[in-house]
C-alpha cells in the first residue's frame, strides 16, 4: 500500500442537522465507502464523551491499552466495547443523537449496537501510526451493512486526519488482517490470506479535517489509515460500530470484543452484548 502522505480529494461533507442529508449522504457513503456529517454533535455531548475519557482511563474500562512507541514523546491510549462498564459513554450512545444519524445511511430495518472504540493519540505519539486495514477483516462477521461512526473529539487538521481508498468497499473484498503492532507480520486471527492492494497512481485517497463534533461514517470493507500525531495537542476520538439486518455470526475467531458465545453460526447478531437499538415498525397486517 501507499503511504499517508498522498492525497486526491476530499471527504463528502453534509450539515448533520439539513433535512436533505440522510439521502445525499447515504449516496456519498455508497459510492465513495465514506461520508462526513459536520456538526453532529453540540459541545454538551461531547462532555459526555470526555466524563467517559476520565472514567475509561482510571479504571472503569476493562478492555484499555496504552502504547508509546520507542521515540515519542506522547503515547496512544485505546480502549474497545467499553460502554457495559462506562456510563457516560453508555450515555451517549444510546441518548445522544447518534443512532438516528447513521440509521438511514445503513437501509436497514434495524440498528445494532457492535462495539464503542476509543482513540487517543497524545501530542507527539508520532509513531501512533494506523497502517492501511478494513474494519471487517476482524470480524466473525458476515454481511455487508457495517458501519464505524468516528466522532473528532478535538480538531483533526489534514496532517493527521484519517485517509480512505475511495470505493474500495464496493465489492465487498475481504483482504488479510494487519496485526498494527507489526505490519508485516501475520494477523492470529486472519480471514483471509488475500494481501492488501497496491494503490496505484490514479486511485482516488479521500480526507478531510474535521472540527469537534463533526462526524465521519465508514462501511467496514473500506480501505483506510492514519498517520501518528505530530501536534502539540490531543488527536482524539469516540467511535462506535453498528449492524444492519442482513449481518450474521459466523464464530470464526477473533478478538473477544466481537465474540458472543451465546451465538451460533448464522444468528443474527443481536443479544445483551450486541443490543437491538432501532427497528421499523412491523407493517399491518
Known sequence: MA?????????QSFDAGSASADGDARQALDDDGVVCLRGAFEPSWLSIVEDGIVAALTGASVDLEVVKREGDKGQFSFSSGAWQTVEPFQRFIFDSPLADLVWPLLDSSTLTLFYDFLLIKEAHSDGALTPWHQDHSYYPLDG?????????????????????????????????????????AAYRHARSELPLPTINQ????????????????????????????????????????????????????????????????????????????????????
Open 3 to 11: 503511504g499517508t502522505d498522498a492525497v486526491d480529494g476530499s471527504i
Open 144 to 184: 455487508t451493512k457495517v458501519v464505524n461512526s468516528w466522532v473528532a473529539l478535538d480538531h483533526i487538521p489534514l496532517e493527521s486526519a484519517l485517509r480512505f481508498l475511495a470505493g474500495s468497499h464496493s465489492s465487498f473484498t475481504l483482504y488479510r488482517a494487519v496485526d498494527f503492532n507489526d505490519p508485516s
Open 202 to 285: 490514479g486511485d482516488r485517497i479521500l480526507v478531510t479535517s474535521l472540527q469537534p463534533g463533526d462526524m465521519l461514517v465508514w462501511w467496514s470493507h473500506t480501505l483506510h489509515c492514519a498517520p501518528g500525531n505530530r501536534l502539540d495537542r490531543r488527536r482524539a476520538a469516540f467511535s462506535v460500530n453498528w449492524l444492519g439486518d442482513d449481518v450474521t455470526y459466523n464464530g470464526q475467531p477473533a478478538l473477544d470484543t466481537y465474540i458472543d458465545p451465546l451465538l451460533s453460526s448464522g444468528d443474527h447478531v443481536v443479544g445483551d452484548k450486541f443490543p437491538l437499538v432501532r427497528q421499523s415498525a412491523a407493517p399491518n397486517s
